[in-house]
């Protein structure tokens, strides 16, 4: 061995620890980038399932609205038939007060 060189350095010059440490590192690396995708690929799910629900209201909203703007639209059409008996009514009214009487 090298009597300039400290034990850390003289570490560097044998290359099989250079090379396990450096594939420790790596595995080590690779562990996390593993670990990494899996958080990765769990949030995407959650999101995904949140998405799903989000869209399950929004289509649940939309017939709800849908329903109520139907029986929206048939409380229109009897208030318009009652506007219309009425309205009937009241011509016979005036029609047999322009007939019986006379002022």
Do not use: Y
């Not at 690396?29 to 998405?51: F, G, H, P, S, V």
């Not at 009937?88 to 047999?96: G, H, L, N, P, W």
Request: aromatic fraction near 2%; charge should be neutral; avoid cysteine.
């Amino acid at each position: 061995v090298r009597p300039d060189l400290s034990l850390n350095d003289a570490e560097t010059l044998r290359p099989v620890l250079s090379r396990a440490a450096r594939i420790t590192d790596l595995g080590n690396q690779r562990q996390a980038l593993i670990e990494r995708e899996r958080q990765a690929l769990k949030l995407q799910r959650e999101d995904e399932a949140r998405l799903q629900k989000a869209r399950e209201d929004v289509h649940f909203r939309q017939q709800a609205l849908k329903d109520r703007l139907s029986r929206l639209d048939e409380e229109i059409i009897l208030l318009q038939n009652r506007i219309m008996d009425m309205q009937s009514q009241i011509d016979s009214v005036e029609s047999f007060v322009e007939k019986n009487l006379v002022f």
